[in-house]
């Protein structure tokens, strides 16, 4: 089985900085690979698709890149409304997901 | 505007069933592959179950293989979790997502439900 991991697990960071989720697969998944974003009590968001391709709609802050076993997501100027948990998703012959990375408020 | 409405969740005590259902709508339910996906309390997400298009085709979990079935009803555009034999580890926010594609597992996952509780508890 594809196991994803996230680092870090915990993010601290202020309104405006440049931050950087990493997602690690155990082998290549080319670029099959999701990111959401978590809020508590609220429904999963998907952000990027395929490892760079930006969701309908979702802020151009956003960005993910990477093939193979690394990837990212990339947050270029934190607003209020990011401070939530990520995930990182394969979806190719399985679903699996990395266990969240949450962005704090530094 | 695609909303997906899950229904079901609630207090269920350790062996018992219990039956979750997503109402869809603002899209042509019958062509996408529909999936389950779960968050226990402060744990991460975890795929539970999905279901092809047309029904034909349903996939488990390894945690819920033999106890959860999942089903579709492409005339009421709903999507169906019974679950039964419960324990305390299937407490969790269950949600229904769309998938982008017909077939599971070739696409991720474009619109999520507001998700239900289902806590197991004597």
């Known amino acids: 089985d594809i196991q994803m991991t996230q680092s870090p697990s915990t993010l601290s960071a202020s309104v405006g900085d440049r931050v950087t989720i990493t997602c690690r697969a155990s082998?290549?998944?080319?670029?099959?690979l999701a990111w959401y974003q978590k809020k508590p009590g609220k429904a999963p968001k998907l952000l990027i698709y395929?490892?760079?391709s930006l969701e309908s709609g979702v802020p151009s802050r956003f960005s993910g890149s990477g093939s193979g076993t690394e990837f990212t997501l990339t947050i270029s100027s934190l607003q209020p409304d990011d401070f939530a948990t990520y995930y990182c998703?394969?979806?190719?012959?399985?679903?699996?997901f990395g266990q969240g990375t949450k962005l704090e408020i530094k | 505007e695609v909303q997906l409405l899950e229904s079901g969740g609630g207090l269920v005590q350790p062996g018992g069933s219990l039956r979750l259902s997503c109402a869809a709508s603002?899209?042509?339910?019958?062509?996408?592959?529909m999936t389950w996906v779960r968050q226990a309390p402060g744990k991460g997400l975890e795929w539970v179950s999905g279901?092809?298009?047309?029904?034909?085709?349903?996939y488990y979990a390894d945690s819920v293989e033999g106890r959860f079935t999942i089903s579709r009803d492409n005339s009421k555009n709903t999507l169906y979790l019974q679950m039964s034999s419960l324990t305390a580890e299937d407490t969790a926010v269950y949600y229904c997502?769309?998938?982008?594609?017909?077939?599971?597992?070739?696409?991720?996952?474009?619109?999520w439900g507001q998700g239900t509780l289902v806590t197991v508890s004597s």
């Open positions: 997502a769309k998938g982008s594609v017909a077939t599971m597992f070739k696409g991720h996952f474009d619109y």
């Open positions: 395929k490892a760079s």
């Open positions: 279901i092809s298009d047309s029904g034909g085709a349903t």
């Open positions: 603002g899209f042509t339910f019958s062509n996408y592959a």
């Open positions: 082998q290549s998944i080319s670029n099959w």
């Open positions: 998703q394969y979806y190719n012959s399985y679903y699996t």
